[in-house]
Every structure is written in structure tokens, then in C-alpha cells.
């Protein structure tokens, strides 16, 4: 046997076409977003906000900070979980940590952590504290309700029951 022989060009076409994709890289990794009068720093791989100033000049400084160093970076993630307390804090922090833009699919939402149920998403779910929404293919994702309003999902109808839904590059 041979190790350095080259495969073939048609196997490494196919070995190509099955790795998974990876999402395009924004070309600026923290951005300000200016939403309800507030200045807020974005980690824009991530979708979801780290910081908020008063001033646009503030805000800028920080998302170069953060741009600068790792450290000021973990920093402001460490102090965004620290924020997070209510009745979904741990499930908050879940979505920040593993899900692409604090979505997350069910099945993974439940396997990562153990004491979490069907029964305590749902009722987190109908409590406001967390949304649900489907992928055209039916999959469930939860999500945080802010993110929910910014996907803005249609309503799809599966006989008596409708259902909110998004395209999976939106989750």
C-alpha cells in the first residue's frame, strides 16, 4: 500500500461536498447597532449585544477595545452572564454560550443540560421567558424573545394547529 499516493480528483470533490459549511465570517467581528435610543456594542458572529453606552463615540471605543483584546472580550461576555437572573437564566445562558444567535436547536437544548425538560421549557416558553420556532422542516428551536421579534417568523398552518417558522439561516 501506497500512503502518499494523491486520490483521486472525484473522491475529493465528494469528501468536499460532505464537510459542513461554515457560515460566513462578518468582516468586522464587534459592531454598534443603535436601538431604542441606546448605543449598544454587538458581537456580530454571535448576534447578540455586550455592551450598552449612551454615546455612539462610547460605544465605538469599546467594540475597538474588544476588537483589540481577548481579555476585555471575555470580560464583557463574563459580565453578560452575570446579568442574566430570572426564571430562565440558566437556559439565557445556554443560548448565549452554544446556540448561533441565541438559537438553538431542541434536541441540543435538552442534552446539554440535564435538568432540563420538556415540562420546564414549555412552561418557560409559555411564560414568555423563552420562544419556540420552527424551521421549514418542522425542527423546533428555542429561542430568547427579543430574537424571536427580530426574526419576525411567518405562521405556517399544519391542519388545526399553526406554528411559527424561519429559514435556517436566520436561526
Known amino acids: 500500500?501506497?500512503?502518499?499516493?494523491?486520490?483521486?480528483?472525484?473522491f475529493l470533490r465528494r469528501w468536499r461536498s460532505a464537510m459542513p459549511r461554515r457560515r460566513p465570517q462578518p468582516p468586522v467581528r464587534y459592531a454598534v447597532a443603535e436601538r431604542e435610543?441606546?448605543?449598544?456594542?454587538?458581537d456580530q458572529l454571535h448576534g447578540y449585544a455586550l455592551s450598552s453606552h449612551r454615546t455612539r463615540p462610547a460605544a465605538e471605543a469599546a467594540a475597538r477595545e474588544l476588537a483589540a483584546g481577548p481579555a476585555a472580550a471575555i470580560t464583557a461576555v463574563e459580565a453578560l452572564d452575570a446579568a442574566q437572573s430570572g426564571p430562565a437564566a440558566a437556559e439565557r445562558r445556554i443560548l448565549r454560550r452554544f446556540g448561533y444567535a441565541w438559537s438553538l436547536r431542541q434536541?441540543?437544548?435538552l442534552g446539554l443540560m440535564r435538568e432540563f425538560s420538556h415540562h420546564r421549557l414549555e412552561s418557560l416558553v409559555s411564560a414568555g421567558h423563552l420562544a419556540l420556532v420552527f424551521s421549514?422542516?418542522?425542527?423546533?428551536?428555542y429561542t430568547t424573545p427579543e430574537r424571536f421579534e427580530q426574526l419576525s417568523p411567518r405562521w405556517v398552518r399544519d391542519g388545526e394547529e399553526s406554528f411559527p417558522a424561519t429559514e435556517l439561516s436566520r436561526l
Open 1 to 10: 500500500m501506497v500512503i502518499n499516493q494523491q486520490l483521486p480528483s472525484f
Open 37 to 42: 435610543g441606546a448605543h449598544q456594542v454587538v
Open 107 to 109: 434536541d441540543a437544548m
Open 136 to 141: 421549514p422542516a418542522g425542527q423546533p428551536y
